[in-house]
Nanobody, 127 residues
Framework: QVQLVESGGGLVQPGGSLRLSCVTS????????IGWFRQAPGKEREGVSC????????SVVDSVKGRFTVSRDSAKATVYLQMSSLKPEDTAVYYC????????????????????WGQGTQVTVSS
């Protein structure tokens, strides 16, 4: 079955860096867009970054532009989110997700377009 497993979260000081990993299985990794989302306490889940099937298209939302970078490794069926210059407002549980709605290889941040989710990894930015 489809599985997405996030790792790499933790406690980091403001200005620090983390790299999140999303290891996937159970589907043809090369065909699908993969997204990163986050949810802070008391807030709705929001899109953060997305990468298309071929890595041709990548996107990050304005609040993390210039600080977060998304990439994927087909050989490892893994997507990464490199986060730098972290801010306290980046504190949240981060999730990766598999695009379910057509076109499955393209990015968007509509929550209903994503069919499978990982369990999440906590990122806390605090001094």
């Amino acid at each position: 079955q489809v599985q997405l497993v996030e790792s790499g979260g933790g406690l980091v000081q403001p200005g620090g860096s983390l790299r999140l990993s999303c290891v996937t299985s159970g589907f043809n990794f090369d065909y699908y867009a993969i997204g990163w989302f986050r949810q802070a306490p008391g807030k709705e889940r929001e899109g953060v970054s997305c990468i298309s099937d071929s890595s041709r298209d990548t996107s990050v939302v304005d609040s993390v532009k210039g600080r977060f970078t998304v990439s994927r490794d087909s050989a490892k069926a893994t997507v990464y989110l490199q986060m730098s210059s972290l801010k306290p407002e980046d504190t949240a549980v981060y999730y990766c997700a598999l695009k379910g709605a057509n076109p499955i290889n393209k990015c968007n941040y509509q929550l209903g377009a994503w069919s499978s989710w990982g369990q999440g990894t906590q990122v806390t930015v605090s001094s």
